[in-house]
């Protein structure tokens, strides 16, 4: 497909066809054919949907696109990092819904971004850093950074310790995500930390592998711990 043949107006409302597609996991090929460039702007703005099934498969998507535009440009996928970054800044004047968890997709399917960028995904759940200071957007942190874990584990075990003190949150969702990225991780030495959780059965609904998953805090500590698989 030429990018000429893409009009930013059309462009959005195909991306929305796609998003909104019943049979989107099997389409997941055509975000590869899209002109990258020209897409991954309109493509970010689904990032703020109100409606969680097209934020993740935005999520989904933004990782697709971001991997091809990284492989042609890399200079302009930095630009679309910085971008991410900015609007978590208190100065962009916004604040950036989904752009942690975009972050995070974007590393676990690219591994040189990863290599350059994880570090400040680490560091907004760091308090003697950049941490977030918002419930809701440390939320996508902990997420993105238990996607970057599931398939970059050797960027964050010596980082695992980050994890801890979200073990210990009085947000239930906090808990989960830092056990589920701990899961992914060699969690021998903060078992200490996870057992307490292990009776903690605070309902969660969680997106990995592409589905919404229910499951509860006490089995992301199972899993952690080595006793289950979800």
């Not at 696109?65 to 200079?75: G, I, Q």
Request: glycine share 6%.
């Amino acid at each position: 497909m030429s990018e000429r043949s893409f009009k930013t107006g059309r462009l959005r409302v195909r991306l929305g066809i796609l998003l909104h597609a019943a049979d989107f996991d099997l389409r997941r090929s055509e975000w590869s054919l899209l002109p990258a460039r020209k897409t991954i702007s309109p493509l970010l703005s689904f990032l703020y949907s109100p409606d969680e099934t097209i934020k993740w498969r935005a999520v989904t998507a933004v990782g697709i696109v971001m991997a091809k535009l990284a492989d042609e440009d890399t200079e302009s996928a930095r630009v679309v990092m910085r971008r991410l970054i900015w609007s978590l800044n208190d100065e962009s004047g916004g604040i950036g819904w989904g752009a942690p968890e975009a972050m995070g997709e974007i590393m676990a399917v690219h591994e040189a971004l990863a290599d350059e960028y994880v570090h400040i995904l680490v560091s907004y759940i760091r308090s003697d850093c950049n941490r977030l200071e918002n419930d809701l957007l440390e939320r996508g942190v902990l997420w993105g950074l238990g996607r970057v874990a599931q398939v970059r584990p050797q960027l964050l075990q010596e980082r695992a310790f980050c994890f801890v003190p979200y073990l210990e949150s009085t947000d239930p969702m906090h808990r989960g995500l830092a056990a589920r990225a701990l899961g992914f991780l060699d969690a021998r030495a903060f078992h200490d930390c996870l057992r307490p959780l292990l009776k903690d059965g605070s309902p969660l609904l969680i997106f990995e592998d592409g589905i919404s998953v229910c499951c509860s805090v006490s089995e992301l500590a199972q899993r952690a711990m080595g006793l289950r698989e979800l």
